[in-house]
């Protein structure tokens, strides 16, 4: 944030007030992928053996 006399300029990141990206949604999905496939696996393997 600069001041030049009355008027102040703040920069796009600092007037939006967003908190920066996190890679956990990135992980909540990657783990929730992977669980999804490993049941529906299961699911459908185990009846099949019988």
Same mark, same amino acid.
């Given at each position: 944030? *600069?001041?030049?006399g009355d008027?102040? *300029?703040?920069? *796009?990141? *600092?007037a939006s007030n967003k908190p920066r990206k996190?890679?956990?949604?990135r992980?909540?999905?990657?783990?929730s992928l992977l669980?999804?496939?490993v049941t529906l696996s299961i699911v459908w393997i185990v009846?099949?053996?019988s």
């Open positions: 944030m *600069e001041k030049h008027k102040i *300029e703040v920069t *796009e990141r *600092e996190s890679h956990n949604v992980i909540v999905l990657a783990v669980l999804a496939i009846p099949a053996l």
